[in-house]
């Protein structure tokens, strides 16, 4: 036969397997309506079957939990092949991904395809900057473009499935989960949700079955980043209020985006445990919101009801999370084991069982498992896309537009009335200091399972790059010193200062010092909460040690969280938040310091003066003394420090400078429903080109709830040219204006308005008007 003839052949045999599959199976007749193939489907399948698509394990790989000891490896592969497993996690690379993946489709009765889960925070192994930092470029394309380049390797992998975007708002630094989320703010955070589920999945349900999306996952539902005191899985305790108004809308946004599912969370509301929490799973999400996808639970979170002390033992566990409307066990290894028995005494009704897989097979179905279980599966794909020139291309991008310059005073090394920064691209001696610059690997943070161990390109790599000046580096002391045995974890905080005299030795003879301090990429996280928000270790005695023998320094500060810095915001001239910027880490901020890229970001969670402040953030409700007015002590405030943040939501400074004039509102009065149309003149009055994020505040002066001081309705980044003005025009509509009551209604009620208009929420141009 020719070639040709073969094809023929071949398409043909192809054509008529798929016929005969879908007469042996008509569940995989591509023509019928999903919810149809649903029904064929679930029609031959035993309880058992069905309880096992609800049944998620991990691979057996990567823990990011306690396991729980029942399900061992070996146990995990019978189930496997028992059709007793609708999901696994962490399984990483297409040659495993099909290892698994075929023990489902082609040894189980049914051959239903596995859904693969894995925690693509920040990118797969190409790493964009933590999802923190991302926030910062207030750029929700560029945003949506990190999340497409997270798919696009993830997906090549074999990966179907990511447990982001985190969408917790946080008040509280010390939590170490913030730098997985988009900071203190619901309005942002809700921008910022829809921007990543979008980029994880495409724009409409259909994108779904594309080669290159993956579905999304809104967690940790809910209020998980209101854990007291800032530990991680401490209880939570809030008010109505802040969860109709803070704590659900970016959830909201994202079920509203059409992300197809939701994980819940460890902590309790109320008393219930998220995980067994009907009110949120069932009431808010799958009733209100009319979400049709399904929810997971987070990791052994259903196990974990027992020691909440809201389950006695494993069934009773089990009989509650099912009943609350959590869909898939993420392992803890109970509803295979419980949840059948369950039914059968009649403790849980079939029906319920029936919705959580009709939802996951939903997913299933959407992504095209059904049509192409090994869709991902595509090892020249996978090589050809993983460390690709666009992904870093891309992550780089990103990393740029992530960076927020905190303080660049006027410095006589700078231009006329400039400071430091940018650097002068040459006859400079550059001392550069501090471990983390010659760092590889703590740049990639947090959440980077899959990434390879010091592959960061290092900030003093990204600054060699630039030639006309004479680097040299000392690290000063480490950051580190060694590792535990529990899975390599890090052991910080060296007392050792030897290194501290070779580093003021060149410190001494540079015209200007570059320090890299802050967290190792690896002390924000999941569990990895802070009492103190310093700087670790030995660093601010560094800094205070340098600062002595040359005060012209560049802080580079890395971090996972907001640091309190008092000593630093006071005495150092230029200060430049990097975060953990991802694999592309040192020619971003390289590039920024040299002033090739003018930073943009503005901060989306407040910087404290000091821990005692927590949780601070800039949306807070007025007191009834929120002012000294007569000059007394009984007004809400400290007596050892003042009661703003060191730098404020918002906040983010330019190589250039950005004047606001004219501030303008369509009308003075309005009626319900008309749109209040706000527009401000806005000039890029420096010496470069810049971009800034324009942000519209508004405080509603007297409500049937106390409102906050300030709550961000709008905000659009933009691009000036040097001595170049614009108009920004920004509209608040009824869906601004209003809140949430108590019990869940949103109210938009008479009565007046003030708006702010400025580069930051802590001042800007002011007026107002009146809703009728
Ligand atoms: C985390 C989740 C994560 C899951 C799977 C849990 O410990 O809370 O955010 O998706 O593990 O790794």
New binding site residues.
Partial sequence: MNTNKLIIAGIFSLITISTMNAQKKPHLDKKKPIEERIDLLMKQMTLEEKVGQMNQYNGFW?V??PVPKEGNAELKYKHLRDGWVGSM??VRGVKEVKAVQKIAVEETRLGIPLII?F?VIHGYKTLSPIPLAEAASWDMEAIKKSAQVAADEASAVGINWT??P?VDVSHDARWGRVM?GAGEDAYLGSKVAIARVTGFQGDTRADLAKINTIAA?A??FAAYGFAEAGRDYNTVDISNSRLYNEVLPPFHAAAEAGVRTF?N??NILNGIPATGNSFLQRDILKGKWNFDGFVVS??ASVREMIAHGFAKDGAEATQKAVIAGSDMD?ESYLYVVELANLVKSGKVKEALVDDAVRRILRVKFELGLFDDPYKNCDEKREKATIGSKANNAGVLDMAKKSIVLLKNAPSPLGRAGEGILPLQKSGQKIALIGALANDKNSPLGSWRIASDDNTAVSVLEGMQQYKGNQLTFEKGADLTVGKTAFVDELVFNTTDKSGFDAAKKVAASADVVVMVLGEHGFQSG?GRSRTNLDLPGVQQELLEEIYKVNSNIVLVLNNGRPLALPWAATHIPAIVEAWHLGTQTGNAVAQVLYGDYNPSGKLPISFPRNVGQCPIYYNNYSTGRPTNGEGNVFWSHYTDVEKTPQFPFGFGLSYTTFDYKNLKINKTAFAKGESVVVSVDVTNSGNYDGKEVVQLYIHDDAASLARPVKELKGFELINLKKGETKTVTLTLTDKELGFYDNDGNYLVEPGTFKIMVGGSSDKGLESGFELK
């Fill in positions: 990567e990011t939990g996690l962490s889960g925690d447990f982001g985190n997985e996952c967690k940790h994980m969370s460890f987070d990791w993420m999941e």
